[in-house]
């Protein structure tokens, strides 16, 4: 079965450092979309992609963060200049056109320190 | 603005003790709702999507059903692999397709 691909499973940084966050949609998905959880608490949405542009971001969503489909396969969240509350996991999701489930990626676990 | 409660927090049932779980939701209108399953330090597993009111779906030992108001996830005869935190999630009809959780119920089954 198709599945979202999350790089990596774990990331350790130190406050202030810029990370990187991977994920591979399934193939014939067109929309994209990264949510986080802050550990106990609720699924979040943070921002959704289409047509190699931003379609909707939250208010978490700051100037911190970005996003970038830099190839036909790969899609990426950078976060800048990490805080401390930034530690969560973070979800990368993908849905076909008119596709009725989101299909959501294992995760990255992001610690800031 | 679209919220979602879903009680109770959490549930602890006996091996083949049939219980049910709640969604209730607000949003100026409703494009779909969806109950995913959630294993710890892993994402969302996709279980249902409901449209309108009245309508059901099943997966083995799952149940959805949907009425304006809210949605129950009915599990018949659990069984401890059913242990897991079950979240609700509503898309507004609105042009943005991002999806608006609950906190989710963590379900234990005990043998």
């Known amino acids: 079965e198709p599945e979202v691909t999350q790089t990596p499973s774990h990331q350790v940084t130190q406050m202030g450092q810029e990370v990187i966050l991977r994920c591979v949609p399934i193939?014939?998905?067109?929309?994209f979309y990264w949510y986080r959880q802050i550990l106990g608490q609720k699924v979040e949405f943070l921002v959704s992609?289409?047509?190699?542009?931003?379609?909707?971001k939250s208010e978490i969503f700051d100037d911190q963060f970005s996003v970038e489909r830099p190839d036909g396969s790969n899609f990426t969240l950078k976060i800048r200049s990490t805080k401390l509350e930034d530690s969560a996991m973070y979800f990368c999701?993908?849905?076909?056109?008119?596709?009725?489930?989101?299909?959501f990626g294992s995760g990255t676990r992001l610690t800031v320190v | 603005e679209d919220q979602v409660t879903q009680s109770p927090e959490a549930l602890r049932l006996q091996e083949g003790e049939s219980s049910s779980l709640n969604c209730s939701y607000t949003?100026?209108?409703?494009?779909?709702l969806f109950w995913y399953r959630q294993d710890p330090g892993k994402g969302p597993e996709f279980l249902f999507t409901?449209?309108?009111a009245g309508e059901e779906k099943e997966k083995e030992r799952l149940k959805a059903t949907l009425t304006k108001k809210e949605s129950f996830l009915h599990i018949t005869a659990p069984k401890p692999e059913d242990s897991a935190t079950y979240l609700c999630?509503?898309?507004?009809?609105?042009?943005?397709?991002?999806?608006?959780f609950g906190k989710g119920i963590t379900l234990s089954v005990r043998p």
């Open positions: 999701a993908s849905r076909a056109v008119g596709g009725a489930g989101y299909t």
């Open positions: 193939s014939n998905h067109l929309y």
């Open positions: 992609f289409y047509n190699n542009e931003i379609s909707e």
């Open positions: 949003v100026s209108g409703l494009r779909g």
């Open positions: 409901l449209y309108s």
């Open positions: 999630a509503v898309q507004n009809t609105g042009a943005n397709s991002k999806l608006t």
